[in-house]
């Protein structure tokens, strides 16, 4: 969404100013910053414990469908890689 803002100069209303702000992270961070961070992520992602995240990925996809017509455009998406892992 902070593309669009500020490719198109408009920014909706009702939107978190957070959207907006620019966070490094594994996502939008190179080269070697991306390596590292990502080689620390990676040592909780065996295949064993996405095995085990199956089942709440799996609901949280569920309601995250069921509630996508009340949802503001684009929220479903980027709540789904990071729900399952943030939330008990």
């Given at each position: 969404m902070a593309w669009y803002a500020s490719t198109?100069?408009?920014?909706?209303?009702?939107?978190?100013?957070?959207?907006y702000i620019s966070l490094e992270s594994m996502t939008t961070a190179d080269g070697t910053e991306h390596r590292r961070l990502r080689s620390l992520?990676?040592?909780?992602?065996?295949?064993?414990r996405v095995a085990a995240l199956r089942p709440r990925i799996e609901r949280i996809t569920a309601d995250l469908l069921d509630d996508l017509a009340a949802r503001a455009p684009g929220n479903s998406a980027r709540e789904l890689p990071i729900t399952p892992i943030t939330r008990g």
């Open positions: 198109s100069g408009e920014v909706p209303a009702g939107r978190p100013p957070e959207e992520i990676v040592q909780a992602f065996t295949p064993r």
